[in-house]
């Protein structure tokens, strides 16, 4: 049925969930995540083509009234959104994405919320993957159409393609078709819905996608012109270990694909329990979409290949997949080494320690976990490093089969450990992966009373406070940075209540970066970080009240409660005002229930030592029967 698809349309569609509730079919919509950005992308090379955008130019020339609080900002073109090399620091503003709600608040204050702050690197300096540039590239393409941008892409995106299954939240808000979302224990929630548009907001059906994905195979001019796709698909990685980013596109190149003379175009997306893949072989005329409810954009990556593998097998191109090789390892490491013992921060926020253990091996502690804390790395005579499994001290190890590889690097002044990694995902399509993976953290020094104060913050949990009622992000559960000398997390400590990240990273490493300030008021000890979130101490939450009746409501403030003895174990029964929500965490931060749970039953549960949120507008309350 796959290959018949293929072979007639050139286009292959899959929607995947697990069985349950759910009857999916070729028009099933999902939100598509960053998949989001190849639409916008579009627009804007659509607007360019009529002359009415110039891609080299400053996007305060479209937007006046976009600025930071880095004049740098001015350099920004419209080209580096779309190439993630802005400096923008990544992921911006309230309210962004909500469970079966809408609200235009993200889209209307994104503005305000970039204007308070800074760049993480000058302006096309290099491509560091960035949510905001695409949300930013949305406005420009409002701006210069003159449209709202849900209406620009119902009108000359869908409706040339037919596209009847494609939309945003503005006209596709629980559309009969939309699926559930679900959780990979198999529980499902109400849809996803993000005002966060040109990044990640699209939904769309499998169908759509890869009939979209179909317009930028050779020759088909029906949205943009050749030239224009060319553009979008040249590689704008300037040096090893760089991503493989196009014009949107998250890999241009692939090398077990480019080695057989076929150029894949991969775009993936994933919001919170949604995930989705576009992969396209523009030359050989295959589209390729997988969409999913739970699972991962990697796991709907290697999908996509598989099938993609399958069609090209029928055009007579027939893959030879590369196969990771082990690695001839030393017995020492050159002293040379030495000098990069020390502190070095990764993606997460986390932070690691670096030390070569006699000279004999590499070792990486990841200060910020408690299981696999420690990995540790032989020297080989490519003077690089390879991962082993087990303990190298007790001569009980084996080269990791997926051979990641370290590789010590410098690149403005600044040392990186950067990573060629075979992930099992790239068995299928581009081998090695490269990435820049740690970044080292200069030593900061800071006076006592300052590292004292991160110090009692240290590994405690911070909650959202003040995301809408409907904010998908409080089922995250807490937020920890973990304090060492001088940082918090891979944040540098300025003083007492403020520390700044240290990242200047390209690639995925440096994205979404947060810069803090800790703040006090009657309800306790919050901090803020740069992208306007503010987050409430678990050390400030109050005991829930076993003889609690009412919990007053107040709008974008979380009334967060810890779980005491006198409350544990017992249930609840309670009494919701419309637009109001409540959550229950455990004490290890697992979601066990919340109102927003389809078929989650009236019956709360109060687990010892966990948490639970009360979320609502000002002038309600929920009400507590039993």
Wanted: charged share 20%; with cysteine.
């Amino acid at each position: 049925m796959i290959r018949k698809m293929m072979l007639a349309a050139a286009v292959c569609a899959v929607l995947l969930t697990a069985a349950g509730r759910m009857q999916v079919s070729a028009q099933s919509v999902y939100t598509i995540g960053s998949v989001s950005k190849m639409y916008v992308t579009t627009a804007a090379m659509q607007l360019a083509e009529q002359g009415k955008l110039d891609l080299d130019a400053p996007v305060q020339d479209y937007l006046p009234e976009f600025e930071t609080a880095d004049p740098r900002c001015k350099d920004i073109t419209v080209r580096m959104l779309m190439n993630h090399s802005s400096g923008l620091m990544g992921t911006s503003g309230i309210g962004s994405i909500l469970l079966d709600d809408r609200s235009a608040q993200f889209h209307d204050t994104f503005l305000d919320c970039l204007r308070q702050q800074r760049l993480k690197a000058d302006p096309g300096a290099y491509s560091c993957y960035c949510n905001d540039g695409f949300t930013l590239l949305e406005q420009v393409v409002e701006r210069v159409s003159g449209m709202d941008f849900s209406d620009y892409l119902a009108e000359n995106i869908c409706k040339p393609l037919g596209l009847t299954a494609t939309g945003t939240l503005w006209n596709q808000f629980r559309t009969p078709d939309r699926v559930d979302v679900q959780l990979t224990n198999g529980v499902y929630f109400a849809p996803e819905y993000l005002d966060e548009i040109g990044s990640g907001g699209l939904l769309a059906s499998a169908e759509d996608v890869s009939r979209f994905g179909a317009q930028f195979f050779t020759g088909n001019e029906t949205l943009l012109s050749d030239a224009s796709k060319r553009e979008m698909r040249k590689n704008q990685a300037k040096g090893e270990f760089e991503d493989q980013y196009g014009l949107g596109w998250d890999f241009v190149s692939f090398a077990d694909y480019d080695a057989q003379g076929v150029q894949l175009l991969s775009k993936g997306g994933s919001v919170l329990h949604e995930h989705a893949e576009l992969l396209v072989a523009p030359d050989q005329n295959i589209s390729v979409s997988v969409l999913s409810s739970t699972g991962s954009s990697m796991m709907n990556l290697m999908m996509a290949q598989a099938l993609m593998d399958i069609a090209l097998e029928e055009q007579g191109i027939t893959l030879t997949h590369s196969t990771p090789q082990q690695k001839t390892t030393l017995s020492a490491v050159p002293e040379s080494y030495r000098q990069y013992e020390g502190l070095y921060g990764t993606g997460g926020e986390q932070v690691c320690r670096v030390t070569f253990p006699d000279m004999a091996y590499m070792q990486i502690e990841n200060l910020c976990v408690t299981r696999g804390r420690i990995t540790q790395y032989l020297y080989t005579d490519e003077d690089c490093f390879v991962r082993m499994e087990g303990s190298v001290t007790s001569g009980y190890s084996r080269q990791d089969p997926k051979q990641q590889l370290l590789y010590f690097r410098q690149r403005g002044g600044r040392d990186y450990i950067c990573e060629d990694s075979y992930e099992l995902v790239r068995q299928i399509g581009a081998g090695y992966m490269a990435q820049y993976a740690l970044q080292r953290l200069e030593a900061n020094p800071v006076d006592a009373a300052a590292q004292q104060a991160w110090d009692a913050r240290s590994d405690v949990r911070y909650y959202i406070y003040n995301e809408p009622a409907s904010g998908a992000l409080y089922l995250d559960g807490g937020r920890r940075l973990h304090v060492t000398e001088g940082y918090a997390g891979n944040a540098k400590i300025l003083d007492a209540d403020r520390a700044v990240s240290a990242m200047d990273c390209p690639g995925s490493t440096g994205r979404d970066l947060h810069d803090y300030t800790a703040f006090r008021n009657a309800e306790g000890e919050f901090l803020q970080d740069s992208n306007g979130t503010v987050l409430l101490s678990e050390n400030s939450m109050p005991v829930l009240p076993a003889d609690l009746s009412e919990v007053p409501l107040r709008t974008q403030q979380a009334a967060w409660y810890i779980i005491g003895q006198d409350t544990a174990n017992r249930s609840l029964t309670l009494s919701l005002p419309e637009g109001a929500a409540v959550h229950v965490f455990d004490r290890y931060d697992n979601l066990i229930w919340s109102s927003k749970m389809l078929s989650c039953g009236d019956a709360v549960p109060l687990p010892a030592e966990g948490k639970i949120v009360f979320l609502g507008m000002t002038g309600s309350s929920v009400t507590i029967t039993s």
